[in-house]
């Protein structure tokens, strides 16, 4: 539920930071992919490929 508040923007900064200790979402991954109300999505970066890549 509290991702839903967050995703749904009904949360405030104050209650983010209580719980994440962030203002904002962070993406701290290569790829995130998840369904949200009946919609998919699939993010991810290209930022700092080479090094995940150059680790195979």
């Given at each position: 539920?509290?991702?839903?508040?967050?995703?749904?923007?009904?949360?405030?900064?104050?209650e983010r930071i209580?719980?994440?200790?962030?203002?904002?979402?962070?993406?701290?991954?290569?790829?995130?992919k998840f369904n949200?109300?009946?919609?998919?999505?699939?993010?991810?970066?290209?930022?700092?490929?080479?090094?995940?890549?150059?680790?195979?």
């Amino acid at each position: 539920k509290d991702i839903e508040k967050i995703l749904d923007d009904k949360m405030d900064i104050e209650e983010r930071i209580k719980l994440s200790g962030a203002k904002r979402l962070c993406l701290h991954s290569y790829r995130l992919k998840f369904n949200y109300n009946g919609e998919n999505f699939d993010i991810f970066s290209k930022k700092g490929m080479e090094k995940i890549l150059a680790a195979f």
